[in-house]
């Protein structure tokens, strides 16, 4: 048996000359996440038609839903294009849908087919009858309808109800690399969320202190990584020992401006990484004025060792926004797991609120820090996640 | 491995669970079937219970009657009992909607175990009033600061006998009579008393005989016994709230755990003859851990000033503030180094204040609460083995500390 997808793709629509080029990075991502299990790609203006194999149409809707660029997909029936076939299908739309609670319907035409007999309001209605009369339960209400039976009838006609919604933005690929910094909390897997829908893979740098980070903590952010993989496809990983970095900050740098400096010696490794893996932009989770550090001075000062832009998705967004993101994408329990990054080392009791930057960047320079920087960058250790991984993670077939 | 957390659990004894294990097996029959398979079981259990009972006797001597014993799956589960016990007495007779009426009270110090703090904490959810009492700055709690808290409601009040922290020995009998004469003074009898004994048994001399402790918790993991298996001994019965097939006496159903029990009984009585000897050995490392603390600059003893031979601490027991490292950070490098030693007080934001409860309740400044770790030992612990730890912690203080 074959499952068939009708898929909705939503931005790319809106290019105009690079449409084709977005198309393909789509279809291409599809292709990718849903791996060799022998689908299809039917492709048509502004409809994908999507078969697999029914054994996979698990595996089908994780991806669909996962991958940026697309607005919505359905699990959908093909038919002929004859009134009976449609309202054969119709009918099987509806049984499903009153079976999960369905009372008040509409139905949809779309008829780009303009040589089909009836027009799209003469087959609604006709299909409307149809199903009333079969199912004395339903009612009509073409205003807050809890189904809609779409017909569509094109190169053959398609019948289909819930939209399920995909997640927006553009495929992966579409933009340039951006390195997420990722720290275990709440707020870096949403900035990286973000930015993989807006098209860009994604790598991460995770900066570990051992021992003054936990082995766990480490844990935590391999498996944030993996939950962010399942968006943007999949990702590599680098974990840098920090710990001589900070240690040397502890000792040279003034203590009210300890988080500032190892914020700073974080974003310069970060900019060298970035250089070395090809990636075009830096992302961080901060938001403004959420703790001290990140106040606009703050980060004017800690963003001044990287010369690539850095993407901050977060900044106007407020925690309760940002913990609903992190919850809706799996990475909120994961976070809030007991096993911080607990810099004792980097919490000075009275942090610099309004820090000067000719000031701060001349001290920053002054600990002459890139040595051990780039000697912590020789010791990073690699973790690649592949989509197949993403899977597994989600007990996926 | 150096093991340096006995406090937590400790290695067992595999000659006393090799032992009890074969004999379990072959006495395998349920100690409540009426067969004669079932009496030999029966036999089995009722002389671990005899053993455990003649084990704690030097400790319950002066009690007027010789009481009870139950065994229980844990000693976390011994201190619940007489706790849960007081919500049916309260149920008892009453129309629920007056039970309401006279809020209960308990009085429990501040440095109890979870299984009694976190317990009382849930009493105190359906209607219970709790007073802790906070130890002074030594760790120990005042006698008469608990006959103070007495209530003409109070219902039981539970001070451990040896804290799991930093060993400190409270006084069970000058505490019981405290209570007694607090009672007096209200005019009413004494609530009941409960004293959790699991880091006492086996370890140091325990007298419960002049305190008036209506029960006491026992665990046999912490002796070299098996984990699953605890005790609880009461001066008089107890109506368990929890009930099922009326084993141990009604007060925790469920088919015996035969393997546990006689494990249990044999270990503490190898414990409890051999205490003289194990003692001086304890107080051997003891003070060459006091001693050896003191030479790493800027670490100390938690309390302050805890000497050796200080009989108001279990010598098994030491805690010890390293300012200006964590305690979780040294106890992840100590065990990296191959020492296994604990910590109350996680780095975690999120469960600071319940891991330093503790150390808290004895007033200790931040910095040093923070940074404390607790090494415990055993009987078979070797001298050489603390004087690894104390080398070993010396060098990671001296390069980790910020």
Same mark, same amino acid.
């Given at each position: 048996?074959?499952?068939?997808?009708?898929?909705?793709?939503?931005?790319?629509?809106?290019?105009?000359?690079?449409?084709?080029?977005?198309?393909?990075?789509?279809?291409?991502?599809?292709?990718?996440?849903?791996?060799?299990?022998?689908?299809?790609?039917?492709?048509?203006?502004?409809?994908?038609?999507?078969?697999?194999?029914?054994?996979?149409?698990?595996?089908?809707?994780?991806?669909?839903?996962?991958?940026?660029?697309?607005?919505?997909?359905?699990?959908?029936?093909?038919?002929?294009?004859?009134?009976?076939?449609?309202?054969?299908?119709?009918?099987?739309?509806?049984?499903?849908?009153?079976?999960?609670?369905?009372?008040?319907?509409?139905?949809?035409?779309?008829?780009?087919?303009?040589?089909?007999?009836?027009?799209?309001?003469?087959?609604?209605?006709?299909?409307?009858?149809?199903?009333?009369?079969?199912?004395?339960?339903?009612?009509? +209400?073409?205003?807050?309808? +809890?189904?809609?039976?779409?017909?569509?009838?094109?190169?053959?006609?398609?019948?289909? @109800?819930?939209?399920?919604?995909?997640?927006?933005?553009?495929?992966?690929? %579409?933009?340039?690399?951006?390195?997420?910094?990722?720290?275990?909390?709440?707020?870096?897997?949403?900035?990286?969320?973000?930015?993989?829908?807006?098209?860009?893979?994604?790598?991460?740098?995770?900066?570990?202190?051992?021992?003054?980070? %936990?082995?766990?903590?480490?844990?935590?952010?391999?498996?944030?990584?993996?939950?962010?993989?399942?968006?943007?496809?999949?990702?590599?990983?680098?974990?840098?020992?920090?710990?001589?970095?900070?240690?040397?900050?502890?000792?040279?740098?003034?203590?009210?401006?300890?988080?500032?400096?190892?914020?700073?010696?974080?974003?310069?490794?970060?900019?060298?990484?970035?250089?070395?893996?090809?990636?075009?932009?830096?992302?961080? @989770?901060?938001?403004?004025?959420?703790?001290?550090?990140?106040?606009?001075?703050?980060?004017?000062?800690?963003?001044?060792?990287?010369?690539?832009?850095?993407?901050?998705?977060?900044?106007?967004?407020?925690?309760?926004?940002?913990?609903?993101?992190?919850?809706?994408?799996?990475?909120?329990?994961?976070?809030?797991?007991?096993?911080?990054?607990?810099?004792?080392?980097?919490?000075?009791?009275?942090?610099?609120?309004?820090?000067?930057?000719?000031?701060?960047?001349?001290?920053?320079?002054?600990?002459?820090?890139?040595?051990?920087?780039?000697?912590?960058?020789?010791?990073?250790?690699?973790?690649?996640?592949?989509?197949?991984?993403?899977?597994?993670?989600?007990?996926?077939? | 491995?150096?093991?340096?957390?006995?406090?937590?659990?400790?290695?067992? *004894?595999?000659?006393?669970?090799?032992?009890?294990? #074969?004999?379990?097996?072959?006495?395998?029959?349920?100690?409540?079937? /009426?067969?004669?398979?079932?009496?030999?079981?029966?036999?089995?259990?009722?002389? /671990?219970?005899?053993?455990?009972?003649?084990?704690?006797?030097?400790?319950?001597?002066?009690?007027?009657?010789?009481?009870?014993?139950?065994?229980?799956?844990?000693?976390?589960?011994?201190?619940?009992?007489?706790?849960?016990?007081?919500?049916?007495?309260?149920?008892?007779?009453?129309?629920?909607?007056?039970?309401?009426?006279?809020?209960?009270?308990?009085?429990?110090?501040?440095?109890?175990?979870?299984?009694?703090?976190?317990?009382?904490?849930?009493?105190?959810?359906?209607?219970?009033?709790?007073?802790?009492?906070?130890?002074?700055?030594?760790?120990?709690?005042?006698?008469?600061?608990?006959?103070?808290?007495?209530?003409?409601?109070?219902?039981?009040?539970?001070?451990?006998?040896?804290?799991?922290?930093?060993?400190?020995?409270?006084?069970?009998?000058?505490?019981?009579?405290?209570?007694?004469?607090?009672?007096?003074?209200?005019?009413?009898?004494?609530?009941?008393?409960?004293?959790?004994?699991?880091?006492?048994?086996?370890?140091?001399?325990?007298?419960?005989?002049?305190?008036?402790?209506?029960? /006491?918790?026992?665990?046999?993991?912490?002796?070299?016994?098996?984990?699953?298996?605890?005790?609880?001994?009461?001066?008089?019965?107890?109506?368990?709230?929890?009930?099922?097939?009326?084993?141990?006496?009604?007060?925790?159903?469920?088919?015996?755990?035969?393997?546990?029990?006689?494990?249990?009984?044999?270990?503490?009585?190898?414990?409890?003859?051999?205490?003289?000897?194990?003692?001086?050995?304890?107080?051997?490392? #003891?003070?060459?851990?006091?001693?050896?603390?003191?030479?790493?600059?800027?670490?100390?003893?938690?309390?302050?000033?805890?000497?050796?031979?200080?009989?108001?601490?279990?010598?098994?027991?030491?805690?010890?503030?390293?300012?200006?490292?964590?305690?979780?950070?040294?106890?992840?490098?100590?065990? *990296?180094?191959?020492?296994?030693?604990?910590?109350?007080?996680?780095?975690?934001?999120?469960?600071?204040?319940?891991?330093?409860?503790?150390?808290?309740?004895?007033?200790?400044?931040?910095?040093?609460?923070?940074?404390?770790?607790?090494?415990?030992?055993?009987? *078979?612990?070797?001298?050489?083995?603390?004087?690894?730890?104390?080398?070993?912690?010396?060098?990671?203080?001296?390069?980790?500390?910020?």
């Amino acid at each position: 048996m074959e499952s068939l997808f009708l898929i909705k793709p939503g931005e790319i629509l809106l290019k105009k000359e690079n449409q084709k080029e977005f198309t393909r990075r789509l279809i291409q991502q599809l292709h990718k996440r849903l791996g060799d299990i022998g689908c299809t790609i039917e492709e048509y203006p502004g409809r994908f038609f999507l078969f697999v194999d029914e054994r996979f149409s698990a595996r089908a809707e994780f991806v669909l839903r996962h991958c940026p660029g697309l607005n919505g997909f359905s699990r959908a029936s093909m038919c002929p294009k004859t009134v009976e076939a449609i309202l054969e299908a119709a009918e099987s739309v509806a049984n499903k849908a009153i079976a999960s609670g369905a009372r008040r319907f509409k139905v949809e035409t779309r008829r780009s087919d303009k040589s089909f007999p009836l027009g799209s309001y003469a087959m609604s209605a006709k299909a409307g009858e149809f199903l009333l009369e079969k199912y004395p339960t339903l009612a009509v +209400d073409v205003h807050t309808p +809890d189904l809609v039976v779409n017909i569509e009838i094109r190169e053959r006609a398609y019948v289909y @109800g819930y939209t399920e919604p995909g997640a927006r933005g553009l495929p992966s690929g %579409s933009s340039g690399k951006g390195l997420l910094l990722l720290s275990g909390g709440i707020d870096s897997p949403v900035a990286g969320y973000m930015m993989a829908k807006r098209g860009a893979p994604l790598e991460c740098v995770y900066f570990h202190a051992y021992p003054y980070t %936990s082995e766990e903590a480490q844990r935590k952010v391999e498996h944030l990584a993996l939950k962010i993989a399942a968006w943007c496809g999949s990702l590599r990983l680098w974990v840098i020992p920090f710990t001589d970095v900070q240690m040397r900050i502890k000792k040279l740098a003034a203590e009210n401006s300890t988080t500032i400096m190892l914020r700073s010696a974080m974003m310069e490794a970060a900019n060298l990484l970035a250089r070395r893996i090809g990636a075009d932009a830096i992302i961080t @989770g901060e938001s403004l004025g959420q703790v001290a550090s990140q106040t606009a001075e703050n980060m004017a000062i800690t963003g001044a060792p990287s010369s690539l832009p850095i993407f901050r998705p977060l900044i106007g967004i407020d925690k309760e926004d940002t913990v609903t993101m992190a919850k809706k994408i799996g990475t909120f329990d994961i976070s809030i797991l007991p096993y911080e990054d607990c810099c004792v080392l980097f919490s000075p009791k009275h942090p610099l609120l309004k820090p000067s930057f000719a000031e701060q960047t001349a001290a920053y320079a002054s600990l002459e820090l890139t040595p051990s920087i780039e000697e912590s960058l020789s010791k990073a250790e690699k973790f690649v996640y592949k989509y197949k991984d993403v899977l597994a993670d989600f007990k996926i077939e | 491995m150096t093991y340096l957390d006995w406090a937590a659990t400790t290695p067992p *004894d595999v000659g006393i669970l090799q032992r009890a294990l #074969e004999e379990s097996s072959e006495l395998f029959a349920n100690p409540s079937s /009426a067969h004669r398979a079932g009496k030999a079981a029966k036999q089995l259990l009722e002389g /671990a219970r005899s053993s455990l009972l003649s084990s704690l006797a030097p400790s319950l001597g002066g009690n007027k009657s010789p009481g009870g014993l139950a065994f229980t799956a844990s000693g976390t589960e011994a201190d619940q009992l007489p706790m849960l016990a007081l919500l049916r007495n309260l149920m008892k007779g009453t129309p629920s909607a007056s039970a309401s009426q006279v809020r209960p009270h308990l009085v429990i110090s501040a440095i109890e175990h979870a299984a009694i703090d976190s317990q009382a904490e849930a009493l105190g959810r359906l209607g219970f009033d709790i007073t802790f009492i906070k130890p002074e700055a030594d760790g120990i709690v005042q006698p008469f600061k608990v006959a103070e808290a007495i209530r003409p409601t109070t219902k039981l009040i539970a001070v451990m006998a040896v804290n799991n922290e930093t060993g400190a020995v409270q006084d069970i009998s000058a505490i019981g009579r405290s209570i007694a004469s607090g009672a007096a003074s209200l005019g009413i009898r004494p609530p009941l008393f409960h004293v959790d004994c699991v880091q006492a048994l086996g370890k140091i001399p325990l007298d419960l005989s002049g305190g008036n402790v209506t029960s /006491a918790a026992f665990s046999a993991h912490k002796i070299q016994g098996p984990k699953g298996v605890g005790a609880l001994w009461h001066a008089k019965p107890i109506e368990a709230l929890a009930v099922g097939g009326g084993q141990e006496g009604g007060l925790r159903s469920g088919t015996e755990n035969i393997f546990g029990i006689s494990s249990f009984a044999a270990c503490a009585a190898k414990a409890v003859s051999s205490l003289g000897a194990r003692l001086e050995h304890a107080l051997l490392l #003891e003070e060459s851990l006091l001693e050896g603390l003191k030479r790493i600059s800027g670490s100390c003893a938690v309390p302050f000033g805890r000497e050796p031979r200080d009989p108001r601490y279990s010598p098994w027991i030491v805690s010890a503030a390293f300012p200006g490292l964590g305690g979780e950070v040294l106890a992840r490098a100590l065990s *990296d180094a191959g020492i296994a030693v604990s910590t109350g007080s996680a780095c975690s934001h999120t469960h600071a204040t319940k891991g330093r409860r503790i150390l808290d309740a004895m007033g200790l400044p931040e910095e040093y609460s923070f940074s404390s770790i607790r090494i415990s030992f055993g009987p *078979d612990t070797e001298l050489e083995e603390i004087h690894r730890f104390l080398s070993t912690a010396e060098d990671l203080y001296r390069r980790l500390k910020t």
